[in-house]
């Protein structure tokens, strides 16, 4: 189900659902900016395909592994390292 909404309409949604998250994953807070909103939504799209992966390179501390987990948690996927 695709439907057009406002960049704030859907940062507030993504905030609410980060605080649950939060409660149930994690204990360190995240704060939603825009390249966050752009990776959170790269993310989604790919992982919602059919046999959908990413191979995700990067500094480290820069969250690629609780954005990946916090995406994986929305869509109700499991995740594994290698």
Known sequence: DTRKVERDELKEFLSARLRVFYEEELDV?????????????????????????????????AGKTVLSRFVSWMNGLNIFQI
């Open 29 to 61: 807070p995240l704060v939603i900016f825009d390249e966050v909103l752009e990776h959170i939504l790269r993310i989604d799209r790919v992982l919602r395909q059919p046999m959908g992966h990413l191979l995700l390179c990067g500094d480290s501390g």
